[in-house]
């Protein structure tokens, strides 16, 4: 009797391992870059790697209103880099016109969307939709 109970808990434990490391190979295998043109997640420290250079938000900042606009404005500032270039770039629906940040990175031309994509609508808090614009 003791000797199938350890049998039984021998092969239980086995298959858990087995299973703990299929699971471990299949979410590494998983884990691609970003892809343009879809919703994506951001976060905070979390560098996106797309194919051809990093995004990673830095944080969002609120600008105090003015004379000439009178409503406070919050930017959402992401630094792009691919090797040695680096840029700030900053998203902001402003006065209300919600539409993509523009940049340009080694001779590409990229959108970013925030809030609203023109393509896939409304976007949820802490999702971007980033395209390649083609000429």
């Known amino acids: 009797m003791v000797l199938y109970i350890v049998k039984n808990i021998t ?4 298959t858990t391992i087995l299973l703990l490391i299929t699971m471990v190979a299949c979410n590494r295998a998983s884990s691609k870059p970003p892809r343009y043109g ?5 976060a905070k420290g979390q560098p996106l790697n797309f194919p051809d250079f990093t995004l990673e938000f830095m944080g969002k900042r ?3 209103a003015t004379s000439d606009y009178p409503r406070s404005m919050i930017s959402y500032d992401f630094k792009v880099y691919q090797g040695s270039q680096t840029q700030l770039i900053s998203w902001s629906a402003g006065t209300g016109d919600i539409g993509p940040t523009l940049f340009e990175l080694a001779g590409n031309i990229y959108g970013l969307e925030l809030a609203m994509s023109d393509k896939l609508g409304i976007l949820d808090e802490n999702e971007l939709v980033l395209w390649q614009v083609e000429d």
């Open 38 to 42: 879809v919703k994506i997640q951001y």
């Open 62 to 64: 609120e600008s105090p």
């Open 11 to 14: 092969k239980i434990t086995i």
